[in-house]
């Protein structure tokens, strides 16, 4: 494929990159269809790519030796899959997999790190992000131990309404639950409860997002923590605005 024009892409990360690293980073990038289920790491096993996710949205799933499972990272338009190579570490006991379908730019791992060792700021960006990963999961062992679980699904809704377009969010119970850690019954239960609040309205391969001011009230404190940090490090906000995203100016760029 011919290389893409950063103006067009949708991937935050690929906004703000140096032009230079766009340049070289995009070379020979693919682009690649991610239907649901598409596994984009697996766990234990070391890959030849990354992903930079344009649309749709993945997890990353922290899995034991007795099949237990529960989604540790959310990521969409904002981020890319395989940031453990930026750590430079070959391998993850972490699974990332598509759980609403889209498409993304798949870049070789010998590129990537080739890019981040020639542009310092290149490899600053993606550190960043490194960390604003490690906050989200931060704040959700916090959201787990100390917020009730319609709190809790009312922050996933927000998290997946950030990174996916429009209000409507093909999400099955199978997946709030594997967000959650709970049995699928109780999702069932607290979706019915953030209904009743006025908040969204719940089919059942889907969630409708009614009132986000009013679902960002139920999620309280919850919610709100790793976006602003995404924000203050990377320079664009995570949510999908209505309108796209102008290229930021090269001198504002956060790196």
């Known amino acids: 494929m011919a290389a893409p024009n950063q103006h067009d892409v949708h991937n935050l990360l690929l906004k703000v990159l140096p032009t230079d690293a766009f340049d070289m980073l995009l070379a020979d990038a693919q682009a690649v269809q991610l239907p649901a289920r598409h596994v984009l790491v697996e766990a234990d096993q070391p890959h030849e790519h990354v992903c930079f996710l344009e649309d749709g949205l993945a997890s990353m799933v922290a899995v034991n030796g007795e099949d237990e499972a529960v989604e540790v990272g959310h990521i969409g338009y904002e981020g890319m899959a395989g940031a ?138 919850s919610y709100g923590i790793p976006e602003r940090e995404y924000e203050r490090l990377i320079g664009l906000p995570i949510r999908r605005p209505a309108h796209p995203i102008a290229d930021p100016p090269a001198a504002n760029r956060r790196v």
């Open 84 to 221: 453990h190579i930026v750590l430079k570490t070959d391998t993850t006991p972490n699974r990332t997999f598509i759980q609403v379908a889209g498409s993304g730019l798949q870049v070789s791992v010998e590129r990537f790190r080739r890019v981040t060792t020639e542009f310092p700021d290149a490899h600053t960006l993606f550190l960043n992000y490194v960390h604003c990963s490690d906050i989200q999961l931060a704040q959700s062992a916090l959201a787990n131990g100390r917020y009730n679980m319609h709190e809790r699904l009312a922050r996933w809704l927000l998290m997946c309404h950030d990174r996916l377009n429009g209000g409507d969010l093909p999400l099955t119970h199978e997946f709030l639950a594997l967000m959650l850690g709970v049995r699928r019954s109780g999702v069932t239960n607290e979706l019915h409860v953030i209904e009743g609040l006025r908040a969204i309205r719940s089919t059942r391969a889907n969630v409708r997002i009614l009132d986000r001011e009013r679902l960002e009230e139920i999620a309280g404190g």
